[in-house]
T-cell receptor, first 115, second 110 residues
Framework: NAGVTQTPKFQVLKTGQSMTLQCAQD?????MSWYRQDPGMGLRLIHY???????DQGEVPNGYNVSRSTTEDFPLRLLSAAPSQTSVYFC??????????????FGEGSRLTVL | GEDVEQSLFLSVREGDSSVINCTYTDSSSTYLYWYKQEPGAGLQLLTY?????DMKQDQRLTVLLNKKDKHLSLRIADTQTGDSAIYFC??????????FGQGTELSVKP
């Protein structure tokens, strides 16, 4: 079982460059989300989606775009990278609705450095 | 506002019990969760407790919930070096999204 797959695992960007972090899940989960993890700040929700064609903003959405054209894929786009976006990014998915929505399945993370 | 607080570090000796504490703010949270993050990996759900329970035990793990004080704890009995990880507490307010604490880094010394 692949679960949640994120690519790339590591990336270095220069300020102003754009890039896309890929996320794919093979569990037919309706809910997908992106978090960033920074030291001492836990995980902060960037964007999320409750199904194909539906996306919404989380706690820290500025500088990021998402789209959800299929159930399986949920890419995160950095429009113009800034050093403040240096972080570890996690994609997570779950079934939508009911008590199980707290059980998120996480990818292994993408470590991004912006110079 | 909604907030989940944890201490950042805990160090124990192998074989001792570890207790990781968490406070949360939203009394509407129906479920509270503990996630574990091993080095270089994503988070994995460790256990959860329904808000009408006081305690839940699962092998070496014991979760205690004090709903009045909005305090959650995770006790790991007979802590092993393989338990070294970051542990995240999380709450899910009614109708809202998961809110994570900052994570507690558990270091187990042989």
């Amino acid at each position: 079982n692949a679960g949640v797959t994120q690519t790339p695992k590591f990336q270095v960007l220069k300020t102003g460059q754009s890039m896309t972090l890929q996320c794919a899940q093979d569990m037919n989960h309706e809910y997908m989300s992106w978090y960033r993890q920074d030291p001492g700040m836990g995980l902060r929700l960037i964007h999320y989606s409750v199904g194909a064609g539906i996306t919404d903003q989380g706690e820290v959405p500025n500088g990021y775009n998402v789209s959800r054209s299929t159930t399986e894929d949920f890419p995160l786009r950095l429009l113009s990278a800034a050093p403040s976006q240096t972080s570890v990014y996690f994609c997570a998915s779950s079934v939508a609705g009911g008590p199980n929505t707290g059980e998120l399945f996480f990818g292994e993370g993408s470590r991004l450095t912006v110079l | 506002g909604e907030d989940v607080e944890q201490s950042l570090f805990l160090s124990v000796r192998e074989g001792d019990s570890s207790v990781i504490n968490c406070t949360y703010t939203d009394s509407s949270s129906t479920y509270l969760y503990w996630y574990k993050q091993e080095p270089g990996a994503g988070l994995q759900l460790l256990t959860y407790i329904f808000s009408n329970m006081d305690m839940k035990q699962d092998q070496r793990l014991t979760v205690l919930l004090n709903k009045k004080d909005k305090h959650l704890s995770l006790r790991i009995a007979d802590t092993q070096t393989g338990d070294s990880a970051i542990y995240f507490c999380a709450e899910r307010p009614l109708g809202g999204k998961l809110i994570f604490g900052q994570g507690t880094e558990l270091s187990v010394k042989p």
